[in-house]
């Protein structure tokens, strides 16, 4: 029986250059989709999958992200006075219990694999999550919760994975195929942003579900593309040492809120998804269209 998937390891110690001067006194995780900060997008995403434990592996300067766990008690007083329930519920739903969060330190940049090599001891001999704040995915049921799902029937270790313009392979993690079941694939290798030569278009997205095995390959702190210590490089190591890796193509939308132009993207997908906003931003999207066409 494949054990059940109830740790989740979110690596959030980027310095987030891309977004200075934002980030100078911010951490990106806190940045805000329409209303809510994306960490809360990755919280409540592992929630729904089931996750129980929710590691961080931070750095420097990221008090704010600490903080916002943090039980807003006199807020929270306010909005009760005020008979504000709606709001009071909102942030209720930003708690976590106490225990379920432990953070970690990465003392050095020395890459994705190395931020989750730091929550080894936390997490042990069991599988466990990794989500990726920077990438957002829209779609239903959550995209972890698809994975846990298709996990529970195959075991072994699963990346998320979705079909990229073969020039834009060389941002991701790439898959190299062995069998194509449709939704799931098999993999049978996986290499870091290719410079050429991509084995396939099926890149890695931020979203993995591990064997604990995979901490032990990173113990190797081995360096690979970049010169840093990669997750993909773990992951491709299971398969030859003969356990399984599958891919997902998962059910949704992803957005890369760790660039600019997929920040904004995801800000109108999720304002044009949103009951309150949906009608008037809709009709300003569309305003704001007409003008540029007019104007050309
Ligand atoms: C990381 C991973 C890469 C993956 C990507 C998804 O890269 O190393 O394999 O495809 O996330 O967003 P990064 O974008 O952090 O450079």
């Known amino acids: 029986m494949v054990r059940k998937v109830t740790k989740a390891v979110f690596p959030v110690a980027g310095l987030g250059t891309r977004f200075l001067p934002a980030t100078k006194s911010i951490p990106k995780e806190i940045m805000t989709l329409v209303d809510r900060p994306l960490i809360q997008y990755a919280i409540d995403e592992a929630r729904a999958a089931g996750i129980e434990e929710f590691i961080f592996v931070t750095s420097r300067g990221k008090g704010a992200l600490e903080d916002y766990f943090d039980h807003a008690h006199e807020l929270e007083n306010t909005l009760h006075k005020a008979g504000k329930n709606d709001l009071l519920e909102l ?22 694999g190395h931020a989750v090599w730091c929550a080894r001891r936390l997490i042990g001999d069991e599988p466990f999550a990794v989500v990726l704040t920077d990438d957002v995915v829209m779609g239903e049921p959550p995209c972890l919760q698809q994975m846990i ?3 529970a029937e195959t075991g072994g270790s ?7 313009p073969l020039d834009k392979t060389k941002s991701y993690g790439v898959l190299d195929i062995e069998e194509d079941m449709g939704a799931i694939v098999k993999v049978r290798g996986m290499v870091e942003k290719p410079k050429e030569n991509p084995p396939s ?6 979203r993995y579900i591990l064997a604990p095995s995979v901490m032990e390959n990173l113990n190797k702190l081995k360096q690979g593309a970049g010169g ?5 490089d773990a992951i ?10 599958f891919g997902l193509r ?9 660039s600019k132009a997929g920040f904004l993207q995801a800000t109108v997908a999720f304002g044009l998804d949103r009951d309150d906003l949906r009608e008037e931003f809709a009709e300003y999207l569309h305003d ?4 540029r066409k007019a104007a050309e």
Not at 228 to 232: A, D, G, S
Not at 288 to 291: K, P, T
């Open 201 to 206: 278009n099926l890149a890695v997205i931020g």
């Open 236 to 245: 491709a190591d299971e398969i030859e040492e003969g356990r399984d890796v």
């Open 158 to 164: 699963m990346v998320a994975t979705m079909e990229v």
């Open 228 to 232: 840093e210590i990669q997750l993909t």
């Open 149 to 151: 799902e298709a996990h």
């Open 91 to 112: 942030l209720r739903q930003t708690n976590m219990d106490s225990g379920a969060i432990a953070y970690v330190r990465q003392h050095k940049a020395m890459g994705l």
């Open 288 to 291: 704001v269209l007409a003008m």
């Open 250 to 258: 998962f059910r949704g939308q992803r957005y890369d809120c760790g």
